[in-house]
């Protein structure tokens, strides 16, 4: 009778029957209240439904009744892993593992749940337990590459995208990848082909057309890259990076009105990026026109009080407009907020000098050499202070 309401119950489960599997799984519970699979079966049923706290209380049972259940502590860590709870959901999953280290499924979800944590040392060492000598498989080995890829190994994150597309060669997503290592290691035109392979099998994907643009401005191909952003906001307009990256392209041509325009799409969609306000000044500055230069950088550190590069173009600005006080002002804020910027302290030195305060302004510009020594800009700056 229980083994019988046991497989009617386990067949409901694969068949998505959730209230018919709860049936058969509680009248076997009434007949063998001691087997271990029956509160298993019935927190997989609910773990299936969503219900996660009546999955626990099931769980909790099912290894209660048998402590060496591996299958049980995996479920309860996808519990805590759907619960965004990864630390529990680590240790569980590392639970199931010392109890049946023979289950592929155990290691990938411990290596899914460290990719999320962003500890990408870990994804690696723990898929390198099965791959490739127990498993090959193209999902995993991308997995490997794109861990490799943000610990900024490019090499080694290349070898392991290679080897998937190497198993399947028909994913978008390893050419993408390949692209974008390829690029970082300065491989522009290996770069192209991949970010071109990859628009290619997903033409519906707007990254594609973004990491072609980012490619075709390294190689300064602009134009190319102009229509590659365009395309990518086509596919995604309401993608404010995509209009940053765009007026960035046009900054490189010196096409200050196209990026203003575009920097402005951006702030459309993201009103606070700050960043895209300092640009905008950057451009406005570009084409003289000084007063709305200032007011984007004034706007810039309200809406970010640490954006040192924004006091530091105010200070540039107040030194143009001969208010040498106000510059040491917004140079000395810079500088409290990046104390390792050497051309804050050699800017700040400049404005000492107007000022004629001389041995401030050699002890700035010294700062910035200590900072920078291979400048040798500063060292002629300093020889010029110092015969003043």
Not at 24 to 32: I, P
Not at 71 to 98: P, T
Not at 145 to 162: K, N, Q, W
Not at 195 to 205: D, F, S
Request: a negative charge.
């Amino acid at each position: 009778m229980f083994g019988d309401e046991l497989l009617k119950a386990n067949k409901a489960l694969v068949n998505g029957d959730y209230q018919k599997a709860l049936k058969h799984y509680f009248k076997a519970e009434k007949t063998a209240p001691w087997d271990a699979h029956i509160p298993f079966g019935i927190g997989n049923t609910y773990f299936s439904m969503g219900d996660y706290d009546k999955a626990l209380t099931y769980l909790n049972k099912a290894v209660a009744s048998d402590p060496k259940y591996a299958n049980a502590y995996n479920l309860i860590g996808n519990i805590y892993f759907n619960r965004k709870e990864f630390d529990l959901s680590v240790d569980f999953y590392k639970k199931a593992l010392g109890l049946d280290p023979s289950v592929i499924n155990y290691y990938t979800n411990l290596a899914n749940v460290f990719f999320q944590m962003e500890d990408y040392p870990s994804v690696i060492n723990t898929l390198g337990m099965i791959v490739p000598e127990r498993v090959i498989d193209d999902g995993l080995y991308n997995m490997i590459g794109v861990s490799y890829l943000y610990l900024g190994h490019f090499e080694d994150a290349i070898s392991y995208f290679r080897k998937a597309v190497g198993i399947n060669p028909n994913v978008g997503n390893y050419y993408y990848h390949l692209s974008i290592a390829n690029r970082n290691q300065g491989n522009f035109e290996t770069a192209l082909q991949y970010a071109r392979k990859y628009v290619q099998l997903e033409p519906e994907r707007s990254e594609g057309y973004q990491e072609l643009g980012a490619v075709l401005l390294d190689l300064e191909i602009y134009d190319q890259s102009i229509q590659s952003y365009e395309k990518a906001i086509e596919l995604a307009p309401d993608n404010a990076i995509y209009y940053k990256q765009l007026a960035d392209v046009y900054t490189w041509i010196d096409e200050y009105d196209q990026a203003i325009l575009n920097y402005q799409e951006a702030i459309k969609l993201e009103p606070q990026w700050a960043e895209c306000y300092n640009l905008i000044g950057d451009m406005y500055y570009f084409k003289e026109d000084f007063e709305e230069a200032k007011a984007y950088y004034r706007k810039t550190v309200e809406i970010d009080p640490d954006f040192a590069q924004a006091y530091n173009n105010l200070g540039g600005a107040a030194l143009r407009d001969q208010d040498y006080q106000q510059a040491v002002s917004f140079f000395k804020k810079a500088i409290e907020i990046d104390p390792e910027s050497d051309i804050f302290f050699d800017n700040l030195a400049h404005a000492y000098a107007g000022l004629q305060q001389y041995d401030r302004a050699i002890a700035s510009v010294k700062k910035a050499i200590s900072l920078n020594p291979g400048d040798d800009d500063y060292q002629t700056h300093l020889e010029e202070l110092v015969a003043h």
